[in-house]
């Protein structure tokens, strides 16, 4: 099945500076690659997905890049701030035009980030 | 907030006993998964549904159960034969754009306990 690996465990980040998560994936069919941040006792929720057929893609100070030939893809904070401290997980599943095929996600270990003000 | 409801929040377990974790989504999704995470650990997949009356097993189904009777409820028992019941438990839904996999939108979470 597919394994996810997920870097650094941990990340401590001076407001303003820039945080960056890797994370590599083993089985070539992923196609689907979404980040999730939780803040403490509280749900993931999505911050940013890409799809295989897109190399990178932005939203605000989030950015997120595929590398498919060497099956890892990263995320990308930029000006960090205060609200950006949470666990960040990323996550890789593959899509099917099967519809009782599983979409199931496999996520990485997480990364806890620390923004100091 | 809404969407999809888990419940209780809190659970304490005494060694032995099963235990039913509830999970309810009005979102219309067809998939829906159970998840455990573990402090300072990712997410681990113990049960999925693709669609009513059926489900898979995860990375780590020893010990849980589950039953998929509607399209809005996927319940997870905690047997007495998981050793380590322990966790915080997510359940999540999603559902397909075509062919493509959408967002998995999750539960705020059931801690359980065993005392």
């Known amino acids: 099945g597919e394994n996810v690996e997920q870097h650094p465990s941990t990340l401590s980040v001076q407001e303003g500076d820039s945080a960056v998560i890797k994370c590599t994936y083993s089985?070539?069919?992923?196609?689907?690659f979404p980040w999730y941040k939780q803040e403490l006792g509280k749900r993931p929720q999505l911050i940013i997905d890409?799809?295989?057929?897109?190399g990178e893609k932005k939203d605000q100070r989030i950015a997120v890049t595929l590398n498919k030939t060497a099956k890892h893809f990263s995320l990308h904070i930029t000006e960090t701030q205060p609200e950006d401290s949470a666990v960040y997980f990323c996550a890789a599943s593959i899509s099917s035009g099967i519809q009782a095929a599983g979409n199931k996600l496999t996520f990485g270990g997480g990364t806890r980030v620390l923004v100091k003000p | 907030d809404g969407g999809i409801t888990q419940s209780p929040k809190y659970l304490f377990r005494k060694e032995g006993q099963n235990v039913t974790l509830s999970c309810e989504q009005n979102?219309?999704?067809?998939?829906m998964y159970w998840y455990r995470q573990d402090p300072g650990q990712g997410l681990r997949l113990i049960y999925y549904?693709?669609?009513?009356?059926?489900?898979q097993k995860g990375d780590i189904a020893e010990g849980y159960s589950v039953s998929r009777e509607k399209k809005e409820s996927f319940p997870l028992t905690v047997t007495s034969a998981q050793k380590n019941p322990t966790a915080f438990y997510l359940c999540?839904?999603?559902?397909?754009?075509?062919?493509?996999?959408?967002?998995?939108?999750f539960g705020q979470g059931t801690r359980l306990t065993v005392v």
């Open positions: 089985d070539s069919a992923s196609n689907y």
């Open positions: 549904s693709q669609i009513v009356n059926d489900f």
């Open positions: 999540a839904s999603s559902t397909k754009s075509g062919t493509e996999n959408t967002e998995a939108f």
């Open positions: 979102l219309n999704h067809d998939a």
């Open positions: 890409i799809r295989s057929n897109v």
